[in-house]
């Protein structure tokens, strides 16, 4: 029998832009769900009938198990150390949050520092952040709660695990960075949100300040603020020898800095501009006394290293130190006096080292086609730290030695796989306007190519974001399933440098989707699947994709997974961190950019009396990055608009916010029900 959804009132609300008239007749759900009666109401009656469909699929107890056995396996982060000791963290398997570890040597287990797992019953409650002062006797930490990017920043004394009564609220978008004394640290925070606006409401003034331990939050110093330019954010960093703070000034989620200095050894000294305009990516790196590094875009697409000397900071003395490649860089360190240059070439990791001259040293030799992470430490380290893996491997973790270039193994994950069942392919299929576009695809060796392979197609496609192969539990059980795993490396990332982020982002946003829709052509093409068995997938800026293309091509696809989308893209930049993202999107308030937003805004084109796929949204009541309206609005719409038999629900998770801190259990429960959403309406016959 057809679902039989709730009834959702509809009110005539209608905006005009640019001589546009515009119906929104779900506005009224884009109440806060922690303060609107009627809201919450109706997330109720929707979750209700979501979990009564879900508990009528046989499968679901048995792919919950089978998730929960699989992720039931030690899980180790890359090490680092600071003040003598080595930190890292570890999850015994099915622990709801990592718990921070510290050691003496590599060849021990060492004793926990932080166990975010004590915060709360339900694992709600995450560390968001961590800095160690470089005397190692400090631990700065800040905690968030039910998935909110708010954080409240505490201080341990590290030898006697004592927590001191520091604590620094209305955190938002910033780390820690000690001084060298260790005496204090800088941080940026807002202003305490008015109430009822902590959730909803745009942030905006954010003010950096410095924070000496053992002092009130009030009597924090203030750095630098900027209230005559309320979208301007601080990142900051103090530099190796301790003598500079450099600020990096940003204003939305483009790679676009200005960048300030301040020497740390004059008392009354103020910050001075070093990088007046927002017009390139400037990324810090490090220093050689007043000789600063960066990894840039300026003249460089695919990027490049220069440095500037601070005595003399005009562009005409700057100088290149790696030149711009065929291949992105996309992050640089400065670990034992060289330079840990890590590059994308086709979308997987490739690592080389260069002396501070430029020179090129050697290429670091990973175990196979992947991804590598970590290349962490300072300048005097002799030693740095590294992960690997991919779709069919899972990670492990290397001692690099910068002098000797020999990698040593000294943690592999225990995963209950043969990596040698499975396959791992990259694929090159042409786009619409005939680009050439990346995807990789993962499955059981021995995979018979007769169209009928149940396939999960995953995208996300902006932000100048890079996805790489990455381990993952989903993919894993997902082949266990039988199925395909398929990662299409969209424009608007950053796996070709910023002329491939340009090409998806603003009035070129249909790229991304055309891109997408020619994947899953590709697939159906060379007889991986069909249309019936062919789900896809996405989250946040990849929920908007699947929300764009599946009312484009709405006869294209069998199941739809819409994760936190941005789906009302007219009035997504009057939210929280909404703002960040005009310089990416564009804005409705913008004439040039309207028209490009409403063709393709996903709750905008659905077209009542159209046959869409079997969708599942999923949400999160604490999501303060993209507010669950998007997806309460787009899925009312859908369940208004749906003309055919297959299902259209909307999964909304309590106490959960975009996804970062997100509990184990938490996280099993989800997909398990997303995967038996998949079995029951793609027809999968389980292995």
């Avoid at 800095?257 to 050894?265: G, H, I, K, P, T």
């Avoid at 969209?490 to 340009?502: K, Q, T």
């Avoid at 764009?548 to 709405?554: D, F, G, I, L, N």
Wanted: one cysteine or more; charged letters at 25%; aromatic letters at 12%.
């Amino acid at each position: 029998m057809p679902v039989q959804y709730p009834e959702t009132k509809t009110v005539d609300q209608v905006d005009t832009y640019h001589g546009v008239e515009v119906r929104d007749p779900y506005r009224w759900l884009e109440a806060d769900v922690r303060e609107s009666k009627e809201v919450a109401a109706w997330v109720a009656a929707e979750n209700e009938v979501t979990f009564g469909y879900l508990e009528g699929i046989p499968e679901r107890d048995g792919l919950r198990e089978e998730l929960r056995a699989l992720w039931d396996y030690e899980k180790f982060s890359a090490p680092f150390k600071t003040g003598g000791r080595y930190f890292y963290f570890r999850n015994n398997g099915l622990q709801n949050q990592s718990v921070l570890y510290t050691m003496d040597t590599l060849e021990e287990e060492g004793s926990v520092l932080l166990d975010p797992n004590l915060w709360s019953e339900d694992g709600t409650i995450a560390l968001a952040g961590i800095a160690v002062s470089e005397d190692g006797r400090y631990l700065a930490y800040g905690r968030s709660e039910a998935g909110s990017d708010w954080q409240t920043w505490y201080v341990m004394d590290i030898d006697s695990r004592r927590i001191l009564d520091d604590e620094l609220k209305w955190v938002k978008y910033s780390g820690a960075t000690w001084t060298i004394d260790g005496k204090g640290f800088f941080y940026a925070c807002f202003d305490e949100p008015a109430e009822g606006e902590a959730f909803q409401g745009v942030t905006l003034n954010q003010k950096l300040y410095y924070h000496r331990v053992g002092t009130r939050q009030e009597d924090d110093v203030l750095v630098h603020k900027r209230p005559d330019e309320p979208e301007w954010g601080f990142g900051a960093d103090v530099t190796e020898d301790g003598r500079y703070l450099v600020i990096t000034v940003w204003r939305n989620t483009e790679h676009k800095y200005r960048v300030m200095y301040r020497d740390l050894w004059e008392p009354y000294g103020m910050p001075l501009d070093l990088i007046e305009t927002f017009e390139n990516e400037y990324g810090f790196i490090g220093n050689e006394g007043p000789v600063f590094y960066f990894k840039t875009d300026l003249d460089a697409p695919m990027r490049r290293v220069i440095a500037i000397d601070t005595r003399v900071p005009g562009r005409d003395h700057w100088r290149e130190i790696i030149p711009e490649g065929e291949e992105v860089i996309s992050g640089v360190g400065l670990v034992g006096n060289l330079f840990v240059v890590k590059r994308l070439k086709d979308a997987h990791s490739d690592i080389s080292l260069y002396t501070m001259a430029g020179e090129k040293v050697r290429d670091v030799a990973l175990p196979s086609l992947g991804s590598a992470g970590g290349f962490g430490g300072k300048q005097t380290d002799t030693e740095t730290f590294y992960s690997f893996s991919s779709f069919t491997t899972p990670p492990s973790i290397y001692r690099y030695d910068m002098v000797t270039g020999e990698s040593r193994l000294i943690r592999r994950s225990g995963v209950s796989m043969d990596p040698e069942q499975y396959e791992l392919r990259q694929v090159f299929y042409h786009s619409k306007d005939g680009t050439r576009v990346p995807m990789f695809l993962s499955h059981r060796k021995g995979l018979a190519l007769n169209g009928n392979n149940p396939t999960l197609l995953r995208g996300y496609g902006g932000f100048n974001i890079s996805v790489t192969p990455y381990f993952s539990i989903g993919a894993l059980q997902w082949m266990n399933m039988g199925g395909v795993y398929a990662v299409a490396n969209l424009r608007g990332g950053g796996e070709y440098g910023e002329s491939w982020h340009e090409a998806g982002m603003k009035t070129n946003k249909q790229n991304v989707f055309d891109d997408f829709i020619a994947a899953a052509e590709w697939l159906i093409a060379e007889r991986y699947t069909r249309t019936a068995k062919l789900a896809i997938a996405g989250g946040s800026n990849g929920g908007l994709l699947v929300g764009a293309v599946m009312t484009q091509r709405p006869e294209l696809f069998g199941a739809c997974l819409p994760a936190v989308g941005v789906m009302d893209m007219l009035r997504y930049h009057h939210f929280t961190a909404g703002r960040f993202w005009v310089g990416e999107y564009g804005s409705s308030d913008e004439e040039t950019s309207f028209p490009a937003l409403y063709a393709y805004s996903p709750y905008h084109n659905l077209r009542p009396g159209t046959a869409y796929p079997a969708t599942m949204v999923t949400t999160a009541d604490t999501d303060d990055r993209v507010i669950p309206a998007h997806s309460f609005k787009f899925a009312a719409a859908l369940q208004a608009a749906q003309a055919g038999d297959a299902p259209v629900l909307i999964r909304i998770e309590v106490r959960a916010g975009h996804g970062g801190g997100k509990p184990t259990e938490k996280v099993i429960e989800e997909m398990a029900d997303e995967y038996a959403f998949l079995v029951k309406v793609l027809g999968m016959d389980l292995p």
